[in-house]
């Protein structure tokens, strides 16, 4: 039964920074395609940064050059390093994790139907 675990969120000021952290329990090959999303209340889940099983990476444009998200050397974890957060940054986030798929687009890479299993979430709330 594969499980998906997040860690890491808490509470920031403006400018600061925070690091979540996933673990994928479960599966049997390493190198899926793994992502963040992040669910702000009364807003659409969003996709934050993915990765695919060629270890290509893609972010949405609000955190590029703030966001970077890196597989461990485990291959079955997730990590997300957020740096300049700001408070529009504040939501749910989440990990996900879907099949094996090399050449992802951005569309793809950052929507949620390419991935099947998902965390409960964790918390990142950054105030002003």
């Known amino acids: 039964q594969v499980r998906v675990v997040e860690s890491g969120g808490g509470s920031v000021q403006t400018g600061g920074s925070l690091r979540l952290s996933c673990v994928v329990s479960?599966?049997?090959?390493?190198?899926?395609?793994m992502a963040w999303f992040r669910q702000a209340p009364g807003k659409e889940r969003e996709g934050v940064a993915g990765?695919?099983?060629?270890?290509?990476?893609h972010y949405t444009d609000s955190v590029k050059g703030r966001f970077t998200v890196s597989r461990g050397n485990a291959k079955n974890t997730l990590s997300l390093q957020m740096s300049s957060l700001k408070p529009d940054d504040t939501a749910m986030y989440y990990c996900?994790?879907?099949?094996?798929?090399?050449?992802?687009?951005?569309?793809?890479?950052?929507?949620?139907?390419?991935?099947?299993?998902w965390g409960q979430g964790t918390q990142v709330t950054v105030s002003s």
């Open positions: 996900a994790r879907g099949s094996l798929r090399w050449g992802m687009t951005d569309i793809q890479a950052l929507g949620p139907d390419a991935y099947t299993f």
């Open positions: 479960g599966s049997e090959q390493p190198n899926y395609a």
């Open positions: 990765i695919d099983s060629g270890d290509i990476i």
